[in-house]
Each structure stands twice: as C-alpha cells, then as structure tokens.
C-alpha cells in the first residue's frame, strides 16, 4: 500500500530553521515527481515546492531563496529544509506524489504542522 | 501567476440535492484542471483531474466539466460524507495555483 509520511514539524522561533521528511512506502520515489503543499491556519491550499524524478526543481516565490527541496533516494525520502523562517510560514504542511499525467497532487500525505512564533 | 477564483465560497445544500460549484482562471489553462476534497483535519483528496476524469475510488455522482477558464464539479445527489471545502487547481503553468475553497454546507 502507497503510504506517505510527514515528519519534522515544529515551534521554531522567527528567523529560525526546519527540515521537513516525507518517507514513502510502498513506491520508489525517485520514480516519481513530489510536491509540497502548506495550508495555513484556517487557509486554502498553497504549492510551496516541486522535484521531478529528473531533478528538476520549482519554488513557490514566497519561499524562493529560504527553502530548499531535496531528495534521499537511498531512504525513500523527499526533505524540505526551511531557513529564515516567518509568521507567515506558520501551516500544515504535505507532501504529495503527483499523478501520472500532471502535476497535480495525487496522494498526500496527513501534514505536520510548522508553527513559526516567539 | 494564473489565478484561480471560486465561487460561490459557501454553498447551503440539501442532502439528496445537486451542487454545482465553479471555479475560473485569470487565463486559458486548457484541460489542466483538478478537484480537491477536504474534511475538517484531513489530508485533501484528489477528485478529478483533467477536466473531467475521476480519480480511482471517487463516487460517480462527482463530475468535472469545463475548458480553457471556466470549470465546473457537479455533485448530482449530495450524500452526508460530501459536506466538506473543494479546491480547485491549475497544472498547466508554473506556480501550480489552487482556488480559495467552496464550503459545502449542510442547509
């Protein structure tokens, strides 16, 4: 069974730092292309980042230059490391395995929550 | 950025009745289209994509329709499982863009 789990989730101060896991089973994950999504507290959906199976690499602006997506092949394993974290990054926070004709989300994992306050 | 607006934000619908919510973009996104669910503290669920083709396990009263800006999810008999926020999203342009959520509520 395909199964995606996020970990890492924090209260971190403004200006501080995070790395985000996702751990796949169940599916090679460097087959395939993944996503992060965020959604704020009492918000709608935001795409944060992308990375293809190929290596290719996408930001959402408001994170470009402070987020940093990766991949660990050898774990199964997409990472998403926060730098210069603000209030506004404060969300629950998915990844996603896009489906196979589009970059649309097509299985999510449940989140964790990154709350970003002093 | 193309910019995705949904309407209306709430929706009052009675059980056993039709839902049609809409969902139009600031520019022609061709038939890259998605339909999200979410339930209160879950995860969203992927609907439809494509427009109009129905993600594996997804009921067939959903439906999509639509092309180029204006898109519709139509819920044909709203069951008490089907109360929940639906999201659109475009895939045809980088940033990927999700629409501001329909409520579905119960009337």
């Known amino acids: 069974e395909m199964q995606l789990v996020e970990s890492g989730g924090a209260l971190v101060q403004p200006g501080g730092s995070l790395r985000l896991s996702c751990a796949a089973s169940?599916?090679?994950?460097?087959?395939?292309?993944m996503i992060w999504v965020r959604q704020g507290p009492g918000k709608g959906l935001e795409w944060v980042s992308y990375?293809?199976?190929?290596?290719?690499?996408y930001y959402a602006d408001s994170v470009k230059g402070r987020f940093t997506i990766s991949r660990d092949d050898a774990k199964n394993s997409v990472s998403l490391q926060m730098n210069s974290l603000r209030a506004e990054d404060t969300a629950v926070y998915y990844c996603?395995?896009?489906?196979?004709?589009?970059?649309?989300?097509?299985?999510w994992g449940q989140g964790t929550l990154v709350t970003v306050s002093s | 950025e193309i910019v995705m607006t949904q309407s209306p934000a709430t929706l009052s619908v009675s059980p056993g009745e039709r839902a049609t919510l809409s969902c139009r973009a600031s520019?022609?996104?061709?038939?890259?289209l998605a339909w999200f669910q979410q339930k209160p503290d879950r995860a969203p669920r992927l609907l439809i994509y494509?427009?109009?083709l129905t993600s594996t396990g997804v009921p067939a009263r959903f439906s999509g329709s639509g092309s180029g800006t204006e898109f519709t999810l139509t819920i044909s008999s709203l069951q008490s499982e089907d109360f929940a926020v639906y999201y659109c999203?475009?895939?045809?342009?980088?940033?990927?863009?999700f629409g501001g959520g329909t409520r579905v509520e119960i009337k």
């Open positions: 996603a395995r896009t489906g196979a004709s589009g970059s649309y989300p097509r299985y």
């Open positions: 169940g599916f090679t994950l460097p087959n395939y292309n």
């Open positions: 999203q475009q895939y045809d342009k980088w940033p990927l863009t």
């Open positions: 520019q022609s996104v061709g038939t890259y």
């Open positions: 990375i293809s199976s190929g290596g290719t690499i």
């Open positions: 494509g427009v109009s």
